[in-house]
């Protein structure tokens, strides 16, 4: 679909009294929806954001968020989500290369040097830029698994084909009603927020409470698989039809109580530079990730995938400009490893995360997806530890299920794994390694499980 308008204000001129979005319980139709936008786009405008002014929105998700997230959009505002547990040390090396001019803080502590802070304030009006859909949105932090995280910067236009791609796959139209269960300062809580903007269908934002009372009336979410045993185990009768996993391997008996419940599941494959899903699937119980998406070419360089699509990010962000994704080829090189069967993509892993143990080459992924299938795990790394006589060997650190025995999972794996790939030692995941950061870096998890045995 081609928008001539703001995605709001288009449905809101072919259904203005349809509902679009509930907001704690609130249900606002289309109109409400675009009287909200435009009084906060204006007090915006007042307090003297222009378009392609870079905002930081640091932000939990809350009604706020989101009706804040669309009228600095409607400003032709660069919106760079943050979250309001980053660490305020790593943010004050990371902001001065983002070139941005204000802050919006709606959770946690301001005050950075050099921006100025934004507040909510309606004012009556209509102010905002014109629509555009090739100008510059968002700026997305990546994960920093490697060094500090980069600002991926994506144009509507982006955001649009990502949904594009997946609503070709996913059904979601206008009587249905999709929860934003991801934070927006990640890529997958933005894909959720395009797809309701693109299907004109209906979108639910609400304060965390427990998840089976943010689901009630929607019959869609995207959610990690231990949310999904959960929400089955509680018996709960929710309106679910449509859920769409990440985060780990997929077990077979998950989406088959799902599929007992009418809940059908998707799983696929995505990254932040992507603008979120570049390949997906109707989960089957197989280790691949699906077909590419439509409008996505993928293709293995010596066993690494390379990516080309219009939802790529047009660049990363650094001293006012924009710096190329693409290498000389004009593709985006992954680094993750992978292998095409038949059109469809399995991940491997990280290429820059294999080692070898006694001459074996190991990929943690590999091990991960075995581990974490265990009932009782709910997320599982596994990283190399030096040693003299094998080169390296697997360690692996585990978040557990209360009650859960860690000293039991070497016996229940020994027959799941080869030799070589059975970790050493098993630790839990520490708590200040889940703080702050937009997703476990390895590399601290690697230094912290040094530390913890070589003392």
């Given at each position: 679909?081609?928008?001539s ?18 907001l704690n ?22 307090q003297g ?13 809350h ?24 660490p305020?040390s790593?943010?004050?090396?990371m ?9 919006l ?5 301001g005050?950075?040097?050099?921006l ?14 014109l ?20 600002a ?7 955001h ?10 996913l ?23 395009w ?6 269908a ?8 427990p ?37 780990a391997?997929i ?9 007992s ?10 990254l932040?530079?992507f ?18 998406l ?9 066993g ?18 924009l ?12 680094r ?28 943690p ?23 003299a006589?094998?080169g ?10 209360a ?31 889940k ?19 070589r003392g």
């Amino acid at each position: 679909m081609t928008f001539s308008d703001w995605p709001w204000r288009h449905w809101c001129a072919r259904k203005a009294e349809q509902p679009a979005l509930r907001l704690n319980g609130e249900c606002l139709t289309w109109r409400e929806l675009c009287q909200r936008t435009d009084t906060l786009a204006s007090g915006f405008v007042q307090q003297g954001v222009r378009e392609g002014d870079g905002v930081m929105l640091q932000a939990h998700n809350h009604p706020d968020t989101l009706l804040a997230w669309l009228a600095l959009l409607q400003c032709g505002a660069r919106i760079l989500p943050v979250n309001p547990q980053l660490p305020r040390s790593l943010m004050e090396i990371m902001l001065p290369p983002l070139t941005l001019r204000f802050a919006l803080i709606l959770n946690g502590a301001g005050g950075y040097a050099g921006l100025s802070d934004l507040t909510l304030t309606p004012q009556q009006g209509t102010a905002g830029a014109l629509w555009q859909p090739e100008r510059l949105a968002t700026m997305t932090l990546t994960s920093g698994s490697t060094g500090l995280p980069k600002a991926a910067v994506h144009t509507c236009a982006a955001h649009l084909a990502s949904a594009e791609g997946v609503l070709s796959l996913l059904p979601y139209t206008g009587e249905d009603d999709w929860l934003l269960s991801l934070p927006l300062f990640h890529v997958s809580g933005q894909g959720i927020l395009w797809r309701w903007l693109l299907a004109g269908a209906r979108l639910t934002v609400c304060e965390k409470q427990p998840l089976e009372q943010m689901l009630q009336g929607c019959t869609h979410a995207s959610l990690v698989p231990t949310q999904l045993w959960r929400l089955l185990n509680t018996g709960e009768d929710v309106a679910l039809r449509a859920v769409l996993l990440g985060g780990a391997a997929i077990p077979v008996e998950l989406t088959q109580r799902a599929a007992s419940r009418g809940i059908r599941s998707w799983c696929g494959y995505g990254l932040t530079e992507f603008a979120s899903t570049v390949c997906a699937k109707e989960a089957d119980g197989l280790a691949d990730v699906g077909y590419p998406l439509s409008g996505r070419e993928v293709k293995l360089v010596e066993g690494e995938v390379w990516l080309k699509a219009p939802c790529m990010a047009s660049g990363y962000w650094r001293d006012g400009k924009l710096v190329s994704i693409t290498n000389a080829q004009g593709w985006f090189a992954t680094r993750d490893r992978g292998e095409m069967v038949d059109g469809r993509l399995t991940i491997l892993g990280r290429m820059d995360n294999l080692f070898f143990s006694g001459g074996e080459g190991i990929q943690p992924e590999e091990l991960e997806r075995v581990i974490v299938t265990h009932p009782q795990v709910s997320q599982v790394y596994v990283v190399p530890l030096d040693d003299a006589e094998f080169g390296q060997r697997p360690v692996a650190v585990v978040e557990c299920e209360a009650g859960a025995d860690i000293k039991q999972l070497p016996h229940w794996l020994s027959d799941k794994l080869a030799r070589f790939q059975q970790p050493v030692h098993w630790l839990v995941l520490p708590a200040e390694l889940k703080n702050g950061g937009i997703k476990i870096s390895r590399r601290a998890l690697q230094q912290w499980v040094h530390q913890s045995l070589r003392g």
